[in-house]
């Protein structure tokens, strides 16, 4: 029987890695052409250009799915100096295996057909048929202090995540390198960059992050904890993003003495995945946001298929299905299966609930 999936994964690991090399590009060759959204959150003409990339890839391939992508192209048609900065970028990005890029059906046609496939990116999600979820940088601020980023994909089908790609360009290639707080630094790109994947049923990989057809991969599994006191959790950079004094408190009811390590992105989830860190908490900050699938639906497979448990902190399975965001749940505690019980009960002490 031949696995499910194989030929989205192929595309989908492929795309990754071509937009993550267009992330690079801008990360090392670019002014980061910074501009500021509408909630006053940053994205770069990567952002929308490794969004263009990844969908150009996605409709190549699979025209009839519906994509839900963080970035809308409204901005880009009212400021032409900022439309023609991210087409160069776009238009002169490629894998450099002739086959891979061929296969991936190769250059976008035009500016203006570029802006309509960074808009394909806005569909309302749902329970029902085949959608991807599309972070093109996950971790902006990361991204732009040279920390820890993401680009990010995952394929749900009717509401359950299937396949999930993340390309983490700063990581540490080893799965067994340490894990060290990134949040930024000068470091070249010796040894770094890695991709993580996995298909539901199937396991999870990890393999090196590219520059045309896909490297080896090598299956991952989370680290087994035998002495809770010993374990590392991960969390946000930002306090907006997760409430660090709530962790230190999680942290200490269970004895963790490791201080937390802080790194953008869903690089976390990739991280406790390998077992290079254990625990990954995000806990809200206000009663009013709603996390966006696409910061967590590669994530959550990679690490449930790694033999981890994810769910928000009242226990239940985090929910895609219920649009773009994921409005049934409130943050996320993802863990070792074994340990996630006894995680998610120190959790709602803290948070009273
Ligand atoms: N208030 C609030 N609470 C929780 N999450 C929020 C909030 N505001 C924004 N975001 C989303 O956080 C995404 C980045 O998450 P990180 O875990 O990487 O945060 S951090 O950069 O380490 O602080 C970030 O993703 P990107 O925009 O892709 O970088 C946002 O979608
Ligand atoms: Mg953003
Ligand atoms: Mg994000
Ligand atoms: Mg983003």
Request: glycine content about 12%; charged content about 25%.
């Amino acid at each position: 029987m031949t696995s499910l999936y194989t030929k989205e994964l192929e595309v989908a690991q492929l795309a990754v890695q071509r937009a993550a090399r267009l992330t690079k590009r801008v990360f090392h060759e670019k002014a980061k052409g910074t501009v500021s959204k509408d909630d006053k959150s940053p994205v770069t003409i990567g952002d929308f250009g490794a969004q263009a990339l990844i969908i150009a890839a996605l409709q190549h391939h699979f025209p009839g799915d519906e994509i839900v992508a963080e970035e809308e192209a409204a901005q880009l048609r009212e400021d032409k100096a900022l439309r023609e900065q991210i087409w160069e970028l776009v238009s002169t990005t490629k894998l450099d295996d002739v086959v891979a890029e061929r296969f991936l059906g190769g250059a976008i046609e035009s500016e203006e057909a570029m802006l309509e496939l960074i808009d394909k990116g806005g569909s309302q999600g749902g329970g029902r048929g085949r959608i991807w979820a599309i972070d093109p940088i996950d971790g902006t601020k990361g991204f732009l202090r040279g920390g820890q980023y993401a680009v990010c994909l995952g394929l749900m089908v009717d509401g359950d995540v299937k396949v999930g790609v993340l390309g983490c360009p700063n990581l540490p290639v080893d799965d067994a390198a340490p894990l060290t707080a990134d949040i930024g630094s000068n470091a070249t790109d010796e040894g770094r960059g890695v991709i993580f994947s996995a298909v539901v049923g199937q396991g999870a990989t990890s393999r090196p992050l590219g520059t045309g057809a896909l490297a080896e991969g090598k299956n991952i599994s989370m680290k087994p904890i035998t002495e809770m006191s010993s374990a590392t959790f991960c969390e946000s950079v930002e306090s907006g993003h997760s409430n660090q004094s709530d962790s230190a408190r999680i942290a200490e009811k269970l004895n963790i003495t490791n201080p937390s390590v802080r790194m953008d992105s869903q690089a976390k989830y990739g991280s406790i995945a390998r077992g290079a860190g254990d625990i990954y908490l995000r806990l809200p900050t206000s009663k009013t946001y709603q996390e966006k699938i696409w910061d967590h639906a590669a994530g959550d497979l990679i690490v449930r298929e790694a033999g981890g448990q994810v769910t928000d902190t009242t226990g239940s399975r985090l929910d895609f299905s219920k649009g773009r965001t994921l409005a049934a749940n409130k943050g996320v505690v993802a863990a070792p299966a074994a340990v996630h019980g006894q995680v998610i009960k120190v959790v709602q002490e803290v948070l009273g609930l």
